[in-house]
């Protein structure tokens, strides 16, 4: 059925400054990652992924961090912009198995 | 930009209806997907197929069916619809990696109201 997602956690960043987003997932066997970026009214967009041989890979504006030690996946974005603000979902594989994390809401204050 | 499709975007229908939600996609993947999300949750795996006659159920129990007998089109059904199914019905697809999963492209998504 039908919630309403009061408990989403919010990121408010100031428009220019730098946006950490953090994700705990819960499977040792995970060995690929992804964030994805989903804006009101639409479908999640791919941002960038990492597997789990690497601890950092960087994109345009955007970097993914990997702490295997602790079961920890960063997003950071550089210099905020308003396009940015949306909910980021980050998604864990093991084998052919994809599993989403709750999402954080980020608002960009202009 | 994926070429993934989802109609219809929006639908509110009455209680015990039948609908069919539609996906297609152009890009030739093998696996495709359904989620079903509420409005900022997170997305739960209803069924999911690996090819042609190739369906199974994911995570989250559903009442809906799937069925997939052309690879670029995978159509989600509710044989009777219900308040309870009022959610947003996204579909995806993602290529036939070397090995497990790989980046998942989706639709616009299918918001769904049943009254």
């Known amino acids: 059925g039908e919630s309403v997602g009061l408990h989403l956690p919010t990121l408010s960043v100031q428009e220019g400054d730098n946006s950490i987003i953090n994700c705990a997932y819960s499977n040792s066997a995970s060995d690929y990652f992804i964030w994805y970026k989903q804006e009101s009214g639409k479908g999640p967009q791919f941002i960038i992924d990492i597997r789990s041989n690497m601890d950092k890979r960087q994109g345009q504006r955007v970097t993914v961090l990997l702490n295997k030690t602790v079961k920890h996946l960063s997003l950071q974005i550089a210099a905020t912009q308003p396009g940015d603000s949306a909910v980021y979902f980050c998604?864990?594989?093991?084998?052919?198995?994809?599993?989403f994390g709750g999402g954080t809401r980020v608002l960009v204050k202009p | 930009e994926a070429d993934i499709y989802q109609t219809p975007r929006y639908l509110v229908i009455g209680t015990g209806k039948k609908i069919t939600l539609e996906c297609s996609q152009t890009m030739g993947h093998d696996k495709m997907y359904w989620y079903q999300q509420d409005p900022g949750m997170e997305l739960h795996l209803i069924h999911y197929s690996y090819g042609v006659n190739s369906t199974e159920k994911g995570d989250l129990s559903s009442e809906s069916t799937v069925s997939r007998i052309r690879t670029e089109h995978f159509p989600l059904t509710l044989e009777s619809a219900r308040p309870s199914h009022t959610s947003q019905y996204l579909c995806?697809?993602?290529?036939?990696?070397?090995?497990?999963?790989?980046?998942?492209?989706f639709g616009e998504g299918s918001r769904l109201t049943v009254l």
């Open positions: 998604a864990e594989a093991a084998g052919n198995k994809l599993t």
């Open positions: 995806a697809s993602s290529a036939d990696r070397d090995r497990g999963a790989g980046e998942l492209f």
